[in-house]
Structures are given as structure tokens and as C-alpha cells.
């Protein structure tokens, strides 16, 4: 098994650019998050999704869109990037409350 | 707004030592807490989970909760080389969301 993969690993990206970060998970969880975590400042919950064709916002969700594609995939648009939302962005699966598996994270640049 | 406090770090303790990690939270009605730990240039993995006031044990792992206190620690006996990472402790809000703290740098010395 796989886990949560996410694709791609490192982006740069140019301020007013689109892109689309890609989530899977293979363990059945129902519960799919996404989070970015900058320097000081931990982790924090961007959308998260408890079940497939739900979604619901988070902390900080201004600038972004999120698609639960079905049970599986998770992704997170950026559709106006800019360098506030450099970062590395995490998703995480979950079926028990509290205990989430994480991706290996993408690591975003916008300049 | 709930709110997870961490000491940032770092600590340093020699090979051998105990090492004591702490986190305040704000929300009174927390029920569950994480310890989740991350390594360098990875992504976070849960290590311990505690419900109930008192230690819970898990090899050379105690987590510790407080809930008059609003008060979680985690200590690591032994500790080693390996276990030099960030501690990030995770508070559940009543939305059943997880709220983190932004971590405890431990650096294990050999």
C-alpha cells in the first residue's frame, strides 16, 4: 500500500499562475484534509472533506478550491496563485478521528 | 480562537535523558489530544493519542494530560539520536477538526 500520495513534490510558480495539487489515498479512509504549514506557524487546515462529495472549509481557505474527486482523491486548485501562499502543502487521510496519515507534501514556490 | 501552545525549541538533551514536552490549549471542551512527530523535510506521524486525564504509556513514550490544568505533555525515556525532530501536539475541536500546535524542536546529543 501507498498511503496518501501527492503529486507534484516541488512548483514554482509565477504570481497570477493556476495549478491543481493532486491527492490519493489507497486506505479506504472516508475523511480527506488538506493543510500548508509555514515556518512558526505549524500546520493549518485549509478544506477538508469528510466524506466523498462533501467538502467544507478550514482555517485559511481564501485563494483556493478543493474537488473530492470520489472516495480516493483529494485536490487542492490554486486559482490566482500568489507568494503569500508559498508553503508546503500537506494532505492527510483519516478514518478514525484525530489519527490522520499524511503525504509526503508538496513544496510550492510562487515568485 | 482555540489556540495550541508549543515551547519552539529547541530542546536539547544528552543520549540517555528524559525528555519533557509541553502544550497548552484554550478550548475547555477538548476530549482527545495527539502527539504526532516530524521529522527534517517529512511529513508528520502520529505517535500518541490520550483521552483521559493521567499518563498513558507506550514503550519509551508518556503522554500526559491535564484537562483542569489544560495542560499535555509527552516525555520520551531514553532518548535518542533518532528521535531528534519536531514534536507537534494536536488539540481536537468541538467541530472534530485537529488544531496544532507549531511544534517543539528536540535535538537529541550523542
Known amino acids: 500500500n501507498a498511503g496518501v500520495t501527492q503529486t507534484p513534490k516541488f512548483q514554482v510558480l509565477k504570481t497570477g499562475q493556476s495549478m491543481t495539487l493532486q491527492c490519493a489515498q489507497d486506505m479506504n479512509h472516508n475523511s480527506m484534509y488538506w493543510y500548508r504549514q509555514d515556518p512558526g506557524m505549524g500546520l493549518r487546515l485549509i478544506y477538508y472533506s469528510a466524506s466523498e462529495g462533501t467538502t467544507d472549509k478550514g482555517e485559511v481557505p481564501n485563494g483556493y478550491n478543493v474537488s473530492r474527486l470520489n472516495k480516493r482523491e483529494f485536490s487542492l486548485r490554486l486559482e490566482s496563485a500568489a507568494p503569500s501562499q508559498t508553503s508546503v502543502y500537506f494532505c492527510a487521510s483519516s478514518e478514525m478521528v484525530g489519527t490522520q496519515y499524511f503525504g509526503p507534501g508538496t513544496r510550492l514556490l510562487v515568485l | 480562537q482555540k489556540e495550541v501552545e508549543q515551547n519552539s525549541g529547541p530542546l536539547s538533551v544528552p543520549e540517555g535523558a528524559i525528555a519533557s514536552l509541553n502544550c497548552t490549549y484554550s478550548d475547555r471542551v477538548s476530549q482527545s489530544f495527539f502527539w504526532y512527530r516530524q521529522y527534517s523535510g517529512k511529513s508528520p506521524e502520529l505517535i500518541m493519542s490520550?483521552?483521559?486525564?493521567g499518563d498513558k504509556e507506550d514503550g519509551r513514550f508518556t503522554a500526559q494530560l491535564n484537562k483542569a490544568s489544560q495542560y499535555v505533555s509527552l516525555l520520551i525515556r531514553d532518548s535518542q539520536p533518532s528521535d531528534s525532530a519536531t514534536y507537534l501536539c494536536?488539540?481536537?475541536?468541538?467541530?472534530?477538526?485537529?488544531?496544532f500546535g507549531s511544534g517543539t524542536r528536540l535535538l537529541v546529543r550523542p
Open positions: 490520550i483521552y483521559s486525564n
Open positions: 494536536a488539540v481536537l475541536d468541538s467541530s472534530y477538526k485537529l488544531i
